[in-house]
């Protein structure tokens, strides 16, 4: 593990990184010898806690980001059963994949929920008429199956954009553990969702729903970002935002622009299509986002 690999990439998306950590020289002159400070510096326990002291204050608590977590699981399995009551999914394969799904979404919504309760917390709440659930189908969204397979595909590809945005403030506790099994299941359900519209598994700047707004990042226009969100019954706070993430797009990765230093062996769609970028809080609960397809009262 190369710790100082670790902060020069993190700068890239934090310039004031290094402030927060004083200097590469004070991090490690409190470690005593050359071998004790080789040893830590490699250890989970010890990145854990230099980057929760260096950003104390700066992140949410763990149980803002599991109620966060939260408030997008049952969004989603308010959508897939808003979906399965449709009628319209054809029956054998597509209607099991869809009700594999549902039973995911609302397992993740009990772990979540019950995380939250063993921590003190309050966990946002949802049900068919109250709290957090699917609003409905947005306006150009036809009234279909493939209607809603369209929006399935968002909600799955911004639900793992989201997660990746967040799993760093969980760096350095065992929840961090707990995120990353919900995302990559959040990730396959994406890549069958898309399967089954017969687009890639993986996001593309070729899909047919490429120009929306979840595969881009920033917020709406004259919108204001929000530093806490009350949704379901309980409220809880969303780091600030600073400013717009990567989009879908991009080609250029820790400073590498994969078009150009590999040899010219990429188009910018292979580029783009290699690598699945963050969004922060405020960008998904961004009216564009998930933000305009959710129910919070």
């Given amino acids: 593990m190369d710790f100082f690999k670790i902060i020069d990439q993190l700068s890239e998306v934090d310039a004031d990184v290094m ?17 004790k400070r080789t ?24 149980v803002e980001v599991l109620n966060y977590a939260l408030t997008l699981e049952l969004l989603e399995a308010d959508f ?20 594999q799904i549902k039973k995911h979404e609302d397992a993740h919504v009990k772990l979540l929920s019950g995380a939250i309760s063993q921590m003190g917390g309050k ?58 099994q919900i995302h990559s299941v959040e990730a396959r359900h994406a890549a069958h969702i898309r399967t089954m ?17 979840v595969y881009t990042s920033g917020l709406t226009s004259g919108s204001t970002a929000p530093t806490s969100i009350t ?7 969303i780091p600030a935002y600073s400013a717009a993430s990567p989009v879908e797009n991009n080609t ?5 622009a994969i078009t150009t230093a590999l040899a010219n062996q990429y188009t910018a769609a292979d580029a783009a299509a290699s690598f699945d970028e963050y969004l922060q809080a405020a960008e998904i609960l961004d009216a564009s986002r998930a933000g305009g397809l959710a129910l919070l009262s």
């Fill in 123 to 180: 966990p946002v709440a949802g049900t068919d008429t109250t709290g957090v659930r699917f609003k409905g189908l947005p306006a150009g969204i036809p009234n279909t199956y493939a209607g809603y397979l369209s929006v399935a595909q968002l909600l799955e590809d911004a639900g793992v954009r989201a997660y990746k945005g967040r799993a760093g403030e969980l760096i350095g506790t065992d929840l961090l553990t707990t995120a990353l």
């Fill in 197 to 213: 519209r017969s687009q890639t598994p993986w996001v593309s700047p070729t899909d047919d729903l490429a120009s929306h707004p």
């Fill in 39 to 62: 040893a830590l510096a490699a250890t989970p326990l010890f990145l854990g806690s230099l980057f929760q002291k260096a950003y104390a204050g700066t992140t949410s608590t763990a």
């Fill in 19 to 35: 402030g927060r950590f004083d200097s590469r020289r004070s991090v490690f002159n409190s470690l005593g010898s050359m071998a």
């Fill in 80 to 99: 897939y059963r808003q979906f399965i009551a449709t009628g319209f999914i054809p029956t054998g394969a597509p209607a099991n994949a869809i009700a």
């Fill in 252 to 256: 250029t990765q820790s400073g590498v």
């Fill in 231 to 237: 949704a379901g019954g309980s409220s809880y706070g």
